[in-house]
């Protein structure tokens, strides 16, 4: 392994929310109050093993750029673990980081995907009001933070499928507006495959609704083609933290989740486990098809990674 692939697996978790970085220009709010840290982790304990996982499909959204054979993506499978917002966020800038060097030295042969899920959260995005937070922000119910991603407020939790795909752009298509329906693409592909819930589209939003609920929220940052930030899928989420925001400063609209959605038209009596495990796995599947990937999974525990802050 290179010294950059290494650098590329590293990961931070001392940083709080909202503080002055250097390279971003945020700075801390001293008013935010962290108060509901992150106190349990799923660790699901392995070796580093690793699973291919390749779709041959060519559908409308994928880009029409000719290729020999499938992009690689390396994909960092931690969707059984409650991963603090801070360490996934800071590990996301590091590869970034790493992505845009190789890109300008045109030796960027892979993209990258993280899924996971993470502790009770709220994320702003880089021009969100704070008219949308139903809190003082002084003793918010939890972590707070602005990023640069788009979109406004949303919550974060146990129960919901978050992916970030780290991709360079130029090898897929430079067209924000396709990458973002690419990825509502991968979402409702997902819910029809795995629990034939068939979902769409809202004209002048971004992301995927089951009739007036909003069952998936997107939203992107793309610096030199190259993108951060992702998707987030409600699963089997508790619903009740949306009731502190207005999601995504959509007034009018509620927000739902595959368990409530099947609760109210399935016969089929699914765990909360097995529910996650089949929208995972269509996730990943879907993402594979609609990006023309070749993934390399690599499963392994957050606990192996945030104490030595070491490769896996």
């Avoid at 924000?176 to 509502?184: F, G, I, S, V």
């Avoid at 592909?189 to 609704?209: C, M, N, P, Q, Y």
Wanted: proline share 4%.
């Amino acid at each position: 392994m290179s010294s950059q692939e290494v650098q590329l697996l590293t990961l931070y978790s001392s940083a709080s929310p909202f503080r002055k970085d250097s390279d971003s220009g945020r700075s801390r709010n001293p008013s935010i109050k962290t108060n509901q840290p992150c106190s349990r982790h799923h660790h699901f304990r392995s070796s580093r093993k690793i699973n291919r996982i390749s779709s041959s499909r060519h559908p409308e959204v994928t880009s029409p750029v000719p290729r020999v054979g499938n992009r690689r993506c390396v994909c960092y499978d931690l969707h059984k673990e409650l991963v603090p917002y801070k360490s996934a966020w800071d590990w996301q800038r590091e590869v970034v980081g790493l992505r845009k060097e190789l890109a300008s030295k045109d030796v960027d042969f892979e993209d990258t995907l993280m899924v996971l899920q993470h502790c009770p959260v709220y994320t702003m995005g880089t021009g969100s009001k704070q008219d949308f937070l139903k809190f003082d922000v002084s003793n918010a119910p939890y972590d707070l933070y602005r990023t640069e991603r788009g979109g406004e407020v949303t919550y974060h939790g146990p129960g919901q499928l978050v992916m970030y795909p780290i991709m360079n752009l130029r090898y897929h298509k430079m067209d924000l507006h396709w990458y973002l329906r690419a990825l509502e693409e991968v979402i409702m592909r997902a819910l029809s495959s795995s629990f034939s819930i068939k979902s769409s589209r809202l004209e002048d939003f971004t992301g995927v609704w089951v009739d007036d609920q909003k069952v998936a929220a997107i939203g992107v940052r793309v610096s030199k083609w190259v993108s951060f930030h992702g998707l987030a899928l409600n699963v089997t989420t508790d619903l009740t933290p949306f009731k502190q925001i207005v999601p995504c400063g959509i007034r009018n609209r509620e927000v739902g989740s595959i368990k409530n959605l099947l609760a109210e038209t399935s016969t089929t009596k699914y765990t909360d486990s097995q529910i996650i495990e089949i929208a995972h796995n269509a996730l990943i599947k879907e993402f594979s098809g609609v990006f023309q990937l070749e993934l390399e999974m690599i499963h392994n525990s957050m606990h192996d990674l945030l104490p030595q802050k070491s490769v896996f």
